[in-house]
T-cell receptor
């Protein structure tokens, strides 16, 4: 069974450019999470979808960040325009929200460097 | 509210034991433990839901205290493969279900 699939795995871009990160959750999972990880701030939840609907986007840093989930098998996280401080590892994760204690499975991450 | 993990880092010799703690000022709905190796994604270890619960597999186990404010991860007879950063992720009562807030992590290094 395939896990959470993210692309690209690595991206280096110049400041001001648009960055789009993509995620395919595990089939059958109905919740999807975007996390950002940096040395300084650790693992931060950016946004969380349940049944394709954004539930909590309080972690999205600013208007430059946006996320969509057009269907149950695809989500994007977009940064426009990108800035050097956006450099981080961005993880997508998914889970099945059906009962108590739902395990969240992480993708391999997208390593973003903005120069 | 971010859980507090301790210690921040620990260095062990192979075969030694370690305990990693995760604390919250309020009762938690659940605690999830993950291990992350450098350059890789966090990998799920276990979840605790009930006060007083203890569970584990192989030489890695965890507990959740009765008040559901503290969890500990126990690594016994550590192996080189246990090296990595361990995170606890907590779910709060009244929060969005499945919304985990992660601690800052505990870096474990096991030396031969």
């Amino acid at each position: 069974d395939a896990g959470v699939i993210q692309s690209p795995r690595h991206e280096v871009t110049e400041m001001g450019q648009e960055v789009t990160l993509r995620c395919k959750p595990i089939s059958g999972h109905n919740s999807l999470f975007w996390y950002r990880q940096t040395m300084m701030r650790g693992l931060e939840l950016l946004i969380y979808f349940n049944n394709n609907v954004p539930i909590d986007d309080s972690g999205m840093p600013e208007d430059r960040f946006s996320a969509k989930m057009p269907n149950a098998s695809f989500s994007t996280l977009k940064i426009q325009p990108s800035e050097p401080r956006d450099s981080a590892v961005y993880f997508c994760a998914s889970s099945f929200q059906g009962s108590a204690g739902n395990t969240i499975y992480f993708g391999e991450g997208s390593w973003l460097t903005v120069v | 509210q971010q859980p507090v993990q301790s210690p921040q880092a620990v260095i062990l010799r192979e075969g030694e034991d370690a305990v990693i703690n995760c604390s919250s000022s309020k009762a938690l709905y659940s605690v999830h433990w993950y291990r992350q190796k450098h350059g890789e994604a966090p990998v799920f270890l276990m979840i605790l839901l009930k006060g007083g619960e203890q569970k584990g597999h192989d030489k890695i186990s965890a507990s959740f205290n009765e008040k559901k404010q503290q969890s500990s991860l126990y690594l016994t007879a550590s192996q080189l493969s246990y090296s990595g950063t361990y995170f606890c992720g907590t779910e709060n009562y009244g929060g969005s279900q499945g919304n985990l807030i992660f601690g800052k992590g505990t870096k474990l290094s096991v030396k031969p």
